[in-house]
DNA sequence: GATGAATGAGTTTTCATTCAT
DNA sequence: GATGAATGAAAACTCATTCAT
């Protein structure tokens, strides 16, 4: 089993889908920065949308799996939900923008029946987000008048950082995702039980 | 000058880039979906190229020509400035999300001398939302700790309503409006003068 | 209207199809062969299979026609009505060896939908055929025992003719049609009306 | 010798080359229909010409072999023989209709040396039928003015029998081969001795 | 004896663009 | 001002075949 070439398949594919797009990345690109011939190619994927749907699955197998994980250990507390969730998909935006950009973006090169099984994982995980700002609204922990738009808020902003983020700058990763979990708690606006409450204004 | 052929031709192509992506819309189809030949096409238009950078021009005119507007008639208060932002970005993106995700989403396809001419602009869209942040911090209106994410996430939160707000929807352009100005206004953490603070926690 | 082009290039291409088959022959052949480019070809013709498509439906309406014109002259009478069509076919058969042959043997190459339509008109001549044969039986000018099997003995004796006459021979057509037209009327077993029979043994 | 596995390639090769032709069917294909690898296939055929060579080789084997067979018992009587030649033939076509039409049509597949020997078997074959032909009319019992193209039609009529025939229909091959023997006869125009001649018209 | 890997030339088709009229 | 014709390069993909193991 030659994984290891499909492996080089995949990465030199997904930076080639993600720095100029789907439709404008021709398979022979691809070949050639795998320094590998055209057949070759087509030896270890049978065609391009091919390629597209393996790369995108895997990223989001990647992605929800780091999700369900920062869950796992993040206990019944919305808050600690939430926190979780947001430290898992900004770190997976920072290490991996490639795999992140093109899972948001290209989700219209995919051709309609493997379209459908994206947009399910999709609805699947905004089910989770809302369930969970909605239990911190259910427990009075979360005050946010419009749960949808914030969820929306910080699902955006948390995606964002793909797209500008550079590991190499002077903003590591854990204060990165420690400003976006306070951004989101803010989002939410989160007053935490236990603490003296102010009087509505 | 039959400015109405251009129109419907930049038109035509707006929409196809918008759905299919640049690289994946051939110039035939923009032809064919206008109801013209190809030579007819070539007669406005020197090439696809230039089709692009005609449209996202156009796009970033009018969005900006939007945001000045709404600036100009909204004083020296940083609040009121962002709330001005804010309410020019996503009535922009939600009353023309053809024009907004083709801006945001299709900047790589441009041929590097009319890229440079774009990041400029851009440059200076965010030097605008970083210079009213700052001033509200300034002024002890905003006191987000950290203030270029909170922009950023200000200004993701406002671009991604082009991808999901329907016109036809229940939610009318106006309350979508107030609900970002609402939640804007929470991530940097406003705190209007003369109300009485409640004592740091 | 560039009629000539088009002509040029169904010639050539029912040339390398009659010579090597649909599946065998490339569509850079027929370009190399008509002196035109690819492209050139392309802009006449959308692909292939609508090449083919071409030369069948040409092949088939030439043949039908004739068959028509021969039974438009050929008045009520069965054996005149069936000297009529075999003359018709004998004839195109060997006039038009190319064309017969593609519309006999390369049905098989045809996609579904436009095979359809194929084999509707092969039904509907099947009919005719039939139909005379049947009204000869019930003249009593045609006492074969077996007229499906008569039907198609004719038929194929007539159309293998694309296979093997060749006009610079020794026969002419107008013998070889003779020839046909009393082998057809054996094969029917006609027995002409006012000629006095004999005995059945 | 693993003969099975070749009698497997054999028979799948020739079902598609029976049903797309030999320039239509890849040998990828044949070795996905057979159910082993590519290679394994090359492992008993050095390639498809060859595939196609053999096909037609046992084709034709086994068709000669049949007449050959019926031949012999039929004693010296032309008629006998034609009957004979027609049954042979009606039958292989009705229970081979793959071999037949493979070996009717692919020839033209053939590279020019392994079709050299082709029309060689196909000349012998016509010189079979024409010498039977000729031995009736010598001995007065055919009376076909144009024995030529009684053969030629005799033979195109059993030939079709591949294209059209299906054993679960009504008809029996038995019964099919009567209709056939009594129609070769009819073309030739059988008039057995001892039975008093009607006068000529 | 058998197979997965690899290849280079080939396939059909589409591309953006130019040009003569 | 407008268009059909034409093109060469490139697209995605398949071909029959070879070869190292």
Known sequence: MSSTTQKLIIETARQEFAERGYGATSIRDIARRSGMSLSALYHYYPGKQELLRA??????????????EALAGAGDDPAGQLVALVEATVRFRAEHPSKSSITITEQRSLEPEHLAAYEARIAGATQQWAGIIQAGLDEGVFTTPHPEDARRAVIAMCNAVAQWYRPDGELGVDDLVERYVSLALTIVEYRPRGVVRRPAR
Chains 1, 2, 3, 4 share one sequence.
């Open 55 to 68: 790369i995108i699955d895997e990223g989001m197998d990647e992605y929800f799996h780091s999700c369900e």
